[in-house]
């Protein structure tokens, strides 16, 4: 999708870190594809209490919900990293989506593994311990399914931010955090404040 996108662009828009891309109830214009950096996504309800929704990453994309009527965006975008986004109008990304079938086909295979993770996400977060939801997202950020190294390094998200995606407080993050850590899950370099998670993080999930 990223050569589609680059192809209809304009320019490409940089943001800062933890700059704001779009706001819940803005109007919902554009489709977005991340190149660089990542944008975590969160929602608040009527009683303004929020919550951490996803955090997405190069070849992730935003605002897709824009072509399936939404007038508004159902959530606010928030830059974790410094971060370069593509932008396609929801017209012109409409009849792209009509015209190219192989882009339609990769669009389509998109959403559909984004829903599949959604489900996953929720039956994680009903039946599974808050370690091993802890454990999936980790897995989920570093993008462990990727080929190559058996290890991958997860983006610079805060201990609070991770707390708020397992649903669970900081101080409980801190304690599975450092446990990982001594059975080699996971590795710190020096200096470094985001870890790299080796795949036998997998053992977590999978325990019974």
């Known amino acids: 999708m990223k050569n589609t996108f680059a192809s209809r662009r304009k320019e490409a828009h940089k943001f800062g870190?933890?700059?704001t891309v779009f706001l819940q109830g803005d109007p919902a214009k554009n489709v977005m594809y991340i190149l660089e950096g990542g944008v975590?996504?969160?929602?608040?309800?009527?009683?303004?209490?929020?919550?951490?929704?996803a955090i997405l990453g190069p070849g992730n994309l935003l605002g897709e919900e824009c072509l399936a009527g939404y007038s508004t965006c159902t959530a606010t975008a928030t830059t974790i990293a410094p971060t370069v986004l593509f932008l396609i109008d929801k017209s012109e990304m409409a009849r792209i989506l009509r015209v190219d079938r192989?882009?339609?086909d990769r669009f389509i295979a998109y959403l559909v593994e984004q829903k599949s993770r959604a489900d996953e996400d929720l039956v994680d977060q009903i039946l599974n311990s808050s370690e091993k939801r802890l454990a999936h997202i980790l897995l989920r950020l570093s993008d462990d399914g990727a080929p190559g190294n058996s290890h991958k390094v997860v983006p610079d998200v805060s201990q609070e931010v991770l707390a708020e995606m397992v649903g669970t407080t900081r101080s409980r993050v801190n304690l599975f955090m450092n446990k990982f850590r001594k059975l080699g899950f996971i590795e710190y370099g020096n200096g470094q404040r985001v870890p790299h998670v080796n795949k036998s993080l997998q053992r977590v999930v999978q325990q019974d």
């Open 17 to 19: 870190e933890d700059q």
């Open 102 to 104: 192989e882009f339609s």
């Open 40 to 53: 975590k996504l969160t929602v608040v309800n009527e009683a303004g209490k929020e919550a951490v929704m």
